[in-house]
């Protein structure tokens, strides 16, 4: 394909019977899981239980399971701020992730990041970011550190950095498309468009709201994929990996996925309709994929029932879990830190001692003296 011509791929929705019931069983567990938990959250959030901002994925569950599947173990993660079910997706315990939420040290992050920094080394999962296209230049640079690990082959590396349809119109987006391009790095960007930047549409914010063609500047192909149909997107995804593993060159998805909510839990989303409001109600990814999973006899109610009773289940086992954790110590404060801190007042410099006098600085009484320069 000419890599100057972008595209969107069809991707129809897939008959459940061409796929494995088991795994689309467990498409539908983890979908229930990621939708019971924001709820739960939102609740916990509203009870003061956590602190700072807090984005959900509620609407979003059929895009995150498919992008997750879509991924390998050896492969890197890097999400926006609306990062709660990309990290249960990705294997993280549901405990582990409401107690970072909480605040508390047995959380993924000790209690350090809160809800929109989750991060887990061990599932590859490398935040979380709190500022709007904060983790493309991090995600474009752990590609490049893949790059130079060996060649590009089915069994290469990869990376998949998350990211908004608001992210599309900074600046870090632009150079990190840029720099993948003339790089060839093993990166999938994915635009996931809920069409609301905050409150601001899509349409009023971007001069090619068809999101997929914005890498045509940096010749970087591009499709977009209906993000309520879990199978479509982790086959979308799954084809940008590949071609990303065995090229070397980045890829764009743009997965159109509408939040059943505001932007974050303390957003009333005044700027929505009651008929847009209802209307999205109706295109639900959870209960359509429930229906779809019942009709082809891969569910029937009763199991779909148990499901969603274990995911509950699951989810007050993670809030009890969270509740009795204990917050941070204090004296791992500096933990992580580089340099590390002084472990006592002791080590610190004494207030009367006046601060080391820069080499460009001197007395009035002095003659001035060159600054010391650096050979290159």
């Known amino acids: 394909m000419d890599p100057t011509q972008d595209r969107t791929e069809p991707h129809p929705q897939a008959p459940a019977a061409s796929e494995d019931p088991a795994v689309l069983r467990g498409y539908y567990r983890q979908m229930a899981l990621i939708r019971h938990f924001e709820l739960r959250a939102a609740e916990m959030y509203t009870r003061a239980k956590i602190g700072g901002y807090c984005h959900l994925n509620l609407g979003e569950e059929a895009t995150v399971v498919g992008l997750m599947a879509a991924l390998r173990p050896t492969d890197y993660l890097f999400t926006t701020y609306r990062d709660h079910g990309y990290a249960l997706a990705r294997g993280a315990d549901p405990g ?19 809800s929109m920094h989750l991060f887990d080394a061990a599932l590859r999962m490398l935040g979380g970011y709190g500022i709007v296209g904060g983790q493309m230049p991090p995600a474009t640079g752990a590609a490049l550190t893949i ?3 060996g060649e ?19 600046g870090a987006f632009h150079e990190s498309l840029n720099l993948a391009a003339v790089w060839h790095l093993p990166i999938v960007y994915v635009i ?21 063609r914005r890498g045509c500047a940096y010749r970087i192909p591009g499709a977009r994929v209906d993000g309520n149909d879990v199978i479509a997107v982790r086959d979308a995804a799954q084809t940008a990996l ?4 065995t090229e070397h060159r980045p890829r764009l998805l743009e997965a159109v996925s509408h939040r059943l909510r505001g932007h974050s839990v303390v957003d009333p989303a005044r700027y929505r309709s009651a008929q847009e409001t209802e209307r999205l109600r109706e295109q639900d990814p959870l209960p359509a994929f429930r229906t779809r999973l019942i009709e082809d006899h891969t569910l029937d109610q009763a199991a779909a029932d148990r499901i969603d009773e274990e995911c509950e289940q699951a989810v007050t086992a993670a809030v009890g879990f969270a509740d009795a954790s204990p917050p941070p110590d204090v004296a791992a404060l500096f933990d992580h830190a ?7 007042a002791s080590t610190r410099p004494s207030a009367a001692s006046p601060p080391p006098r820069s080499p ?6 002095w003659r001035p003296q060159p600054c010391p320069t650096q050979q290159p």
């Open 96 to 114: 582990g992730v409401l107690a970072e939420l909480f605040g508390r040290a047995t959380g993924l992050s000790g209690g350090r990041g809160g």
């Open 147 to 149: 790059a130079h690990r």
């Open 152 to 170: 590009p082959g089915p069994d290469s590396e990869a990376v998949m950095c998350l990211l908004g349809d608001g992210t599309t119109n900074i």
């Open 192 to 212: 996931v468009n809920n069409h609301l930047g905050m409150g601001t549409p899509v349409e009023a914010a971007s001069g090619e709201p068809a999101l997929y």
């Open 242 to 245: 590949e071609q990303a593993r």
């Open 338 to 344: 580089s340099p590390r801190g002084p472990s006592t």
């Open 360 to 365: 460009c600085r001197t007395p009035n009484n």
